[in-house]
């Protein structure tokens, strides 16, 4: 039990912590982006995608925004970008992943 603990804390997560709602750490690339501000990404149900979970997308070192899953496919998804947190123009081949640092 001292190992689940340990594990759980390092992680800064508790018991009532609801896991399904936590993306998986993946990264991807954005394929299309339309004029309604939907991203279209190379990462799908497949890798553990699900509605609701966010995605952080950069060019090289510049971040530029954070999109939110709308809808999964096996291999594919589309996000909504977060307009409060969008700090430039994102374009095909940007890269996505759930993980920042």
Not at 19 to 30: F, H, K, L, S, T
Not at 70 to 84: D, F, H, L, Q, S
């Amino acid at each position: 039990m001292q190992l689940v603990k340990l594990v759980l804390t390092k992680h800064d997560l508790s018991e009532f912590v609801d896991v399904e709602a936590i993306p998986p750490a993946v990264d991807g690339v954005v394929l299309a982006v339309s004029a309604k501000d939907l991203v279209e990404i190379s990462l799908g149900r497949d890798d553990g995608l699900k509605e609701g979970h966010t995605m952080e997308v950069f060019r090289g070192t510049q971040y530029l925004g954070r999109v939110m899953i709308m809808k999964t496919e096996p291999n594919r998804a589309v996000g909504k970008i977060i307009p409060e947190y969008k700090r430039g123009p994102i374009r095909k081949d940007d890269r996505v992943t759930t993980r920042l640092g």
